[in-house]
């Protein structure tokens, strides 16, 4: 049963006994019309349910009986994105779109976070508000003007719709694959072909919901990426190299998630598997102290965006550098002095 609690109790939900062995996460989302698992979980890990009066873990096992209450709501207010004064790099502005060169660290848009307040702040989204006098209406409140996205550890170039109909006409070049997307890559190791395309799907991986997955299943989504070697490098760090990456697709965490089952993760990306920092290894030999080097990000750049403009059809095409962080990354593993010893 499910009732209306009073000014700090937002519901008040008793166990009955046949709910004994379940999980108290599993339990309430099923009690709690149109109430997600996930916001569960987060209601719970922020403190706004007990079980007679104490907080419990979303895999406390019921015993039935408990009176659970909820003091926070369950069902909050959607988010949506206020402007902040947060400095944009915009490379291109015209009366339809906008391109910025998004900056590592920055999330798109809001997402899960440890609050409501925490999670619709500091976005691109809110200084795109901020900056611009109007954006399209199509992805929401939460998601204006946005097209298509890069990984919060990811810079580079990124596409805004400032009116609906060239978001919608952008929308469907990037579902035709007629935008061309090329990233530069620093991976781990020494890849060995000049050039090559990668065409495993992509999937959420089902043991570690964060990650994605380029193992088969019956889950997976097409992607293509490919590939071609920069340059080499054999530094006293170990060996990399330095790729461009053009993706026909953009599924999550694509070129992540590829570069990885090549056994060759990007740099800095600790998810799929790569170091959290860089070690000497040649300092054994001189008997020196090991410098080590750590990027504090993946070194992974949204380079250059090709696209036909949504309303002119005239060709843009544009670039962005390697932000100063990674070009002094590579210096430094090419032999320069190894920071943060």
Sequence with gaps: MVEAGDSTVHRTVDVPAEAAGQRLDQFLAGQLEGVSRSRVQLLLEQGGVTVDGRCEKASWKLRGGERIMLSADPHPLPLKAVPEPIPLDVVYEDADIAVVNKPAGMMVHAGSGRSDEARSRGTLVNALLYRFSRLSSTGGELRPGIVHRLDKDTSGL????????????????????????????????????????????????????????????????????????????ASRFGKFTLLRVRIETGRTHQIRVHMASLGHPVVGDTLYGAAGQLTDQQAARRKAQPERLKLGRNFLHAARLEFAHPVTGKPVELEAPLPEELQVFLSQLEGGTAAGN
């Design 158 to 233: 990124i596409v805004v719709a400032k009116n609906d109909r060239a978001h919608a006409a952008l929308a469907a070049m990037f579902a035709g694959r007629r935008v061309k997307k090329t990233y530069i890559a620093l991976v781990h190791g020494a890849v060995e072909r000049q050039r090559g395309t990668i065409t495993a799907g992509v999937s959420r991986d089902r043991t570690r919901r964060t990650r994605m997955t380029a193992r088969p299943n019956e889950n997976a989504r097409s992607a293509v990426s490919h590939f071609e070697v920069v340059r080499q490098l």
